[in-house]
DNA sequence: TACCCGTGGAA
DNA sequence: TTTCCAAGGGT
């Protein structure tokens, strides 16, 4: 009597005939082929996908890769295009790490990613997952990748009590272990896909699980127990105002550009006050960037990550610039504004109190 | 280590 | 409606 295939056997044989199509992904088929993915491509959908769903990256990742189909491009790339083609994405140090990336790759090291789990580590915006991720998928490095997705199969394989994030680094040693001398950017995926599709946060799919015999937790009926995680603190909520200007002649909209660092660092908003996660910023008329006709527009609430913003919009509509701080961006083109989704939430709740012309 | 840093879809 | 959370990194 034969035991069971070695557990990455079995997973690499489901993910052979269950793989996801995915634009940034060569599949197993070709892979097998001799088909090599794109370095370039590989670490600009890593970075995309950092805590970012599948489902919103597919079209940034399309737009970014026929704009800017290589490194280079990317490094030559100004500045305020890479932010706004970024803005909707969130997580915006992620688009100033990924021009600084471009640039050293392509500056400092002949346009050329490094092939090295330690040595991609060291370039901004790559960490101890997206370095892994890179390595093994781009290079055949069989280095641990854990992802939000492994640390939940991971967990449940192994029957991990210990919360996350003090797991973490029991996770990283099991991944080691499991993690194949070949095919090792396949089984980073395969356990990617697993997470994705079977063994999912809730009401996980066990019975369509292709390691199923080796869960300790599926043994056990205590797989929706896992990971098991520390209590979250509550969010605070904040508040400010937006100051939203329209220039009478054509209805264009006053910008300017944040700050390069802290919250939404880099992209463009209309005037808004200071406030952060920690204290309101200034409210009501008093607040207004200089003396115009202003009105209230309305509010706006926002989510973010460690609080919940509310705005208050102010609307006034002017004849002339009153500062050189900013730009006039066509209300017609407010898409290609390049707004963060809360400034864009502003921007149109400021329009739709607006006078039609 | 603990906190900061976006967004939108699912349940 | 609220909560959760998705291919995390920087400090």
């Known amino acids: 009597m034969t035991g069971l295939?070695?557990?990455?056997?079995?997973?690499?044989?489901?993910?052979?005939?269950?793989?996801?199509?995915?634009?940034?992904?060569?599949?197993?088929?070709?892979?097998?082929?001799?088909?090599?993915?794109?370095?370039?491509?590989?670490?600009?959908?890593?970075?995309m996908l950092q805590q970012t769903t599948v489902a919103a990256v597919k079209s940034y990742f399309a737009v970014f890769t026929q704009r800017w189909p290589d490194v280079q491009a990317l490094a030559n790339a100004a500045d305020e295009d890479v932010m706004g083609a970024w803005a909707g994405l969130g997580y915006y140090a992620r688009a100033r790490n990924l021009l600084a990336c471009a640039r050293?790759?392509?500056?400092?090291?002949n346009?050329?990613?490094?092939?090295?789990?330690?040595?991609?580590?060291?370039?901004?915006?790559?960490?101890?997952?997206?370095?892994?991720?890179?390595?093994?998928?781009a290079f055949d490095e069989p280095a641990p990748v854990v992802d939000g997705n492994i640390e939940r199969v991971t967990t449940r394989l192994y029957a991990i009590e210990t919360p996350l994030p003090a797991a973490r680094k029991a996770i990283r040693v099991r991944v080691a272990e499991m993690t194949p001398k070949s095919r090792a950017g396949d089984f980073a995926q395969a356990m990617m896909d697993l997470g994705a599709t079977i063994c999912t946060p809730r009401s996980p799919t066990c019975i369509l699980c292709p390691v199923s015999e080796g869960c300790v937790a599926r043994q056990e009926g205590r797989q929706e127990e896992f990971p098991k995680k520390l209590a979250k603190k509550a969010k605070p909520s904040r508040r400010g105002a937006a100051f939203v200007a329209r220039r009478a002649r054509d209805g264009a909209i006053l910008l300017r550009r944040r700050p390069a660092s802290g919250m939404l660092g880099g992209m463009a908003e209309p005037f808004t006050t200071d406030w952060s996660s920690k204290t309101d910023g200034a409210t009501g008329l008093d607040a207004a960037p200089f003396a115009a006709d202003w009105r209230r527009a309305g509010e706006v609430t926002h989510g973010f990550t460690h609080f919940d913003l509310t705005l208050e919009v102010w609307l006034a509509t002017i004849q002339a610039e009153p500062t050189?701080?900013?730009?006039?961006?066509?209300?017609?083109?407010?898409?290609?504004a390049g707004l963060p989704t809360l400034m864009r939430k502003a921007v149109e709740a400021a329009l739709a109190a607006a006078p039609s012309r």
């Open 5 to 47: 295939p070695p557990f990455s056997d079995r997973l690499l044989g489901w993910y052979d005939r269950h793989a996801r199509s995915l634009p940034w992904r060569v599949s197993p088929g070709d892979r097998a082929q001799g088909v090599r993915p794109d370095p370039y491509r590989v670490w600009l959908s890593e970075v």
């Open 111 to 137: 346009g050329r990613f490094p092939e090295t789990a330690d040595a991609l580590r060291d370039l901004p915006g790559i960490g101890d997952y997206t370095s892994a991720a890179i390595a093994s998928i």
């Open 324 to 336: 050189d701080a900013g730009w006039w961006a066509p209300v017609g083109d407010l898409n290609a």
């Open 104 to 109: 050293e790759v392509t500056r400092h090291r």
